[in-house]
């Protein structure tokens, strides 16, 4: 066996952090493209039909409920009072939730393209 010097061991060491500073810094870089990639395909009309479509039947049951009736509640409310109506309100909680839902499949997406 060779000896091995305090010089030797300390260059190993450094190689070893070396290699996972640039595996960290190689996830890294791919979760900012897969990020950049999401954002680019809130704007891409087939991948939001996609996320939507992987993301369908997701939610619960009233969930669905309250997105049904909600709408039902925008129609029969004059635009005129919307603005004190509190429908607005429920349809933006509803977005936010919807709108979540499709983000995280966008990013899944995102990530899955970066990957490949």
Do not use: C
């Not at 595996?23 to 791919?30: K, V």
């Not at 909680?93 to 899944?108: I, N, P, S, Y």
């Amino acid at each position: 066996m060779a000896v091995r010097t305090a010089s030797d061991l300390a260059r190993n060491a450094q190689r070893s952090w070396d290699d996972q500073e640039d595996l960290r810094l190689e996830q890294e870089h791919r979760a900012e493209q897969a990020a950049d990639l999401a954002k680019a395909y809130r704007t891409d009309p087939a991948k939001l039909r996609e996320a939507e479509e992987q993301t369908a039947g997701t939610f619960s049951g009233i969930h669905y409920t309250e997105v049904s009736l909600a709408l039902h509640r925008l129609h029969h409310t004059d635009p005129a009072d919307l603005m004190g109506s509190g429908v607005l309100q429920d349809l933006y909680r509803l977005a936010r939730d919807e709108a979540a839902a499709l983000d995280a499949q966008l990013l899944e997406m995102a990530l899955q393209q970066v990957a490949a």
